[in-house]
């Protein structure tokens, strides 16, 4: 969990920013009693690249006299600001052209990352690690505190849901397999603060990781199974003994009606489903209330395929078998060109986590875990090679 850094390096911001900042401010809004802005990871996002715009001409001149995030940071306050009182009504013509803006989220959020390293560098291993430790530690508190006053009777959610905090701290679990015979505190606290969201998928993802790449060892593989059946025990208590966790409702909803679709129109799996035009389905007045609660634009319009949040039914239902055909493409040119198993279990742990989490397409997500596949791919990573 220790760093060799006593302050944030700007490689790392986005990471910090995404992996405590974003889970802290949702924290500091829930105790306010108030609601966190739907979009404040998007509005993170947008800061994030016009602060790398912003830093260009400032960063290479010499003897600087104020530091380089305040002369970076002022302007990029006073664009936003303009950017909401003058140019937003600007943008109002262009709401029809939304689901294709939606569609290309991770080209935008990837186009971020590329100007972030362009100006700076590629983070390394243990900024993530170092990040998802403390987030580890602020849920474990969360789950603790819970469990203790009522019993574990909702999940830990004051940070952020499991659909934003189990992929950065997978991302951070990940990254610690580059030496796996070290880190095994930072990696037992990643690995219980993920247990502690009591997210089934990324629990299940963060065993199989270990299984397959952690340290070997009879014993060791035996407690990691029956630490994932008891915080799966304990994920059913908090959902009052019900298999299925209410949140995930819209999920399995959608993952049931859209294979009915394809049954009933095989061609769209060739031809995918257009995305200016809401797919032919009906929300159950049951889950209505939870389904504009999660998809907060044009809910009211039909669903559409931005709202399909699992990614490996978003791209299916997208791009038809040809979308998954491409994901399986470059899942496996990373895992040979790039072999190493802080590589592998990212992959794994994204393969397992998809189908319930938008990954790719959420904002804080996306930036964090684009940016560890592409710390991956540094040498000093793949020298770490799973036998």
Same mark, same amino acid.
């Given at each position: 969990?220790?760093?060799?850094?006593?302050?944030?390096?700007?490689?790392?911001?986005?990471?910090?920013?995404?992996?405590?900042?974003?889970?802290?401010?949702? =924290?500091?809004?829930?105790?306010?009693?108030?609601?966190?802005?739907?979009?404040?990871?998007?509005?993170?996002?947008?800061?994030?690249?016009?602060?790398?715009?912003?830093?260009?001409?400032?960063?290479?001149?010499?003897?600087?006299?104020?530091?380089?995030?305040?002369?970076?940071?002022?302007?990029?306050?006073?664009?936003?600001?303009?950017?909401?009182?003058?140019?937003?009504?600007?943008?109002?013509?262009?709401?029809?052209?939304?689901?294709?803006?939606?569609?290309?989220?991770?080209?935008?959020?990837?186009?971020? +990352?590329?100007?972030?390293?362009?100006?700076?560098? +590629?983070?390394?291993?243990?900024?993530?690690?170092?990040?998802?430790?403390?987030?580890?530690?602020?849920?474990?508190?969360?789950?603790?505190?819970?469990?203790?006053? *009522?019993?574990?009777?909702?999940?830990?959610?004051?940070?952020?849901?499991?659909?934003?905090?189990?992929?950065?701290?997978?991302?951070?679990?990940?990254?610690?397999?580059?030496? /796996?015979?070290?880190?095994?505190?930072?990696?037992?606290?990643?690995?219980?603060?993920?247990?502690?969201?009591?997210?089934?998928?990324?629990?299940?993802?963060?065993?199989?990781?270990?299984?397959?790449?952690?340290?070997?060892?009879?014993?060791?593989?035996?407690?990691?199974?029956?630490?994932?059946?008891?915080?799966?025990?304990?994920?059913?208590?908090?959902?009052?003994?019900?298999?299925?966790?209410?949140?995930?409702?819209?999920?399995?909803?959608?993952?049931?009606?859209?294979?009915?679709?394809?049954?009933?129109?095989?061609?769209?799996?060739?031809?995918?489903? /257009?995305? *200016?035009?809401?797919?032919?389905?009906?929300?159950?007045?049951?889950?209505?209330?939870?389904?504009?609660?999660?998809?907060?634009?044009?809910?009211?319009?039909?669903?559409? +395929?931005?709202?399909?949040?699992?990614?490996?039914?978003?791209?299916?239902?997208?791009?038809?078998?040809?979308?998954?055909?491409?994901?399986?493409?470059?899942?496996?040119?990373?895992?040979?060109?790039?072999?190493?198993?802080?590589?592998?279990?990212?992959?794994?742990?994204?393969?397992?986590?998809?189908?319930?989490?938008?990954?790719?397409?959420?904002?804080?997500?996306?930036?964090?875990?684009?940016? =560890?596949? +592409?710390?991956?791919?540094? /040498?000093?990573?793949?020298?770490?090679?799973?036998?």
């Amino acid at each position: 969990m220790n760093s060799n850094n006593k302050a944030v390096s700007a490689s790392e911001f986005p990471v910090a920013l995404f992996s405590l900042g974003l889970p802290i401010l949702l =924290a500091a809004y829930g105790m306010n009693g108030s609601a966190a802005p739907q979009n404040l990871a998007e509005i993170l996002v947008a800061g994030l690249a016009v602060l790398g715009l912003l830093v260009e001409p400032y960063k290479n001149k010499q003897a600087p006299v104020f530091p380089l995030w305040l002369k970076a940071g002022i302007p990029c306050v006073l664009l936003f600001w303009a950017f909401s009182k003058i140019f937003t009504p600007l943008l109002f013509p262009l709401a029809p052209s939304l689901p294709f803006l939606m569609e290309i989220r991770p080209l935008l959020y990837g186009l971020v +990352i590329v100007l972030w390293i362009t100006n700076f560098s +590629i983070p390394k291993p243990e900024h993530f690690y170092f990040w998802a430790s403390w987030l580890a530690v602020l849920i474990i508190c969360n789950f603790l505190y819970l469990f203790l006053l *009522s019993g574990l009777t909702a999940p830990p959610n004051l940070f952020g849901n499991a659909e934003l905090t189990g992929p950065i701290l997978l991302a951070g679990l990940c990254s610690t397999l580059h030496e /796996p015979s070290k880190l095994k505190t930072t990696r037992l606290l990643i690995f219980t603060g993920i247990m502690c969201t009591l997210s089934r998928d990324a629990g299940f993802a963060a065993v199989l990781v270990l299984l397959f790449f952690g340290p070997k060892g009879a014993i060791k593989k035996t407690i990691l199974v029956l630490t994932l059946v008891l915080f799966n025990f304990l994920a059913l208590a908090s959902h009052e003994m019900t298999f299925f966790n209410p949140n995930d409702l819209p999920a399995y909803w959608l993952w049931f009606s859209i294979l009915d679709l394809f049954e009933k129109t095989p061609s769209r799996l060739l031809t995918g489903h /257009p995305l *200016s035009v809401p797919l032919p389905l009906n929300i159950p007045a049951s889950i209505w209330e939870l389904w504009h609660k999660q998809n907060f634009a044009w809910t009211g319009s039909g669903t559409y +395929i931005f709202h399909v949040t699992p990614i490996w039914l978003h791209i299916l239902t997208a791009w038809g078998i040809a979308g998954i055909a491409g994901a399986s493409a470059i899942a496996t040119t990373l895992s040979i060109k790039y072999s190493s198993d802080t590589m592998a279990s990212l992959i794994t742990a994204v393969i397992i986590t998809g189908f319930f989490s938008p990954l790719f397409y959420s904002p804080a997500t996306g930036i964090v875990l684009i940016m =560890a596949f +592409i710390c991956a791919t540094r /040498p000093p990573v793949r020298s770490f090679q799973f036998e």
